[in-house]
């Protein structure tokens, strides 16, 4: 179904990258939404599923000023969604040896629990939303939207 039938417009798009912007938006909404009732199962927001996905496919420790940039929040935002998971016994923060303002951001075994739990439901969800497309479709999707960030970060 078409966008502009989704939102119900009276008047078409005139605006082919206008049009093109808010299939991405709305899409990147939807997706979100799906997101959100998967991870409310397990009480949990999506930021807070993000941060226990990232820990838990890292290869080195990870401090939380860092967690912060590669789930590209604000430093208070992460640290928000840090105490949270901290309060839930799911993370904890480890003081680095010499320097007591940096913390390296840790799953405790619940925490691994729990994300090794939601893993296999958030890839199946991906898998079935996804399996409209093709795998080079997949990979031509992925390179159109790494040039438009380029570009959006070139502006």
Known sequence: MSLAAELNLDIPFSDLH????????????TLAALGARLF???????AQFNVLFSL?????????????????VTRASITSVLDK???KALIERVIVSGNRRIHHVELTAKGRRLIDKIE????????SVMSGLTE?????LISLLERVRAKSRAE
Do not use: M, W
């Open 136 to 140: 080079p479709e997949c990979r031509e």
């Open 85 to 87: 998971l901290q309060e």
């Open 56 to 72: 838990k496919h890292k290869n080195v420790k990870i401090t939380q000023s860092d967690l912060g940039k590669r789930l590209v």
């Open 18 to 29: 206008h049009e093109t912007v808010l299939n991405i938006v709305h899409t990147a909404n």
């Open 40 to 46: 409310r199962r397990f009480d949990l927001t999506e």
């Open 120 to 127: 296999p439901h958030y890839r199946q969800a991906l898998q």
